[in-house]
Nanobody
Framework: QVQLVESGGDSVQAGGSLRLSCAASGRTFSIYAMGWFRQAPGKEREFVASISRSINRTYYADSMKGRFTISRDNAKNTAYLQLNSLKPEDTAAYYC????????????????WGQGTQVTVSS
């Protein structure tokens, strides 16, 4: 099993920045890729970005490119999501996920999930 714990969510004003962290523990050697998703109240879960473990290949939702950056530190078993130029529509719970074999945008193909961290952006 793999456990994921997110941190870094906060309330910020539009234009601000945050860095979210996702610390993995347990059978971390089995992780192929880590991803970030978000879900706003009343909306479906939305893919944000993912990164593969071995070659650090990254994928982004088209609407996130340029403002958000995903990275990881394998030595610390931690993934990060840098959020810049935040907008009120970025307000959501942000979830970290890990997969043993997949690195794309389909949430149902991820094996492990964190509890989420709240990002609130005010105008």
């Amino acid at each position: 099993q793999v456990q994921l714990v997110e941190s870094g969510g906060d309330s910020v004003q539009a234009g601000g920045s945050l860095r979210l962290s996702c610390a993995a523990s347990g059978r971390t050697f089995s992780i192929y890729a880590m991803g970030w998703f978000r879900q706003a109240p009343g909306k479906e879960r939305e893919f944000v970005a993912s990164i593969s473990r071995s070659i650090n290949r990254t994928y982004y939702a088209d609407s996130m490119k340029g403002r958000f950056t995903i990275s990881r530190d394998n030595a610390k078993n931690t993934a990060y999501l840098q959020l810049n130029s935040l907008k009120p529509e970025d307000t959501a719970a942000y979830y970290c996920a890990a997969s043993n074999s997949y690195s794309g945008s389909d949430y149902y193909r991820y094996d492990y999930w964190g509890q989420g961290t709240q990002v609130t952006v005010s105008s």
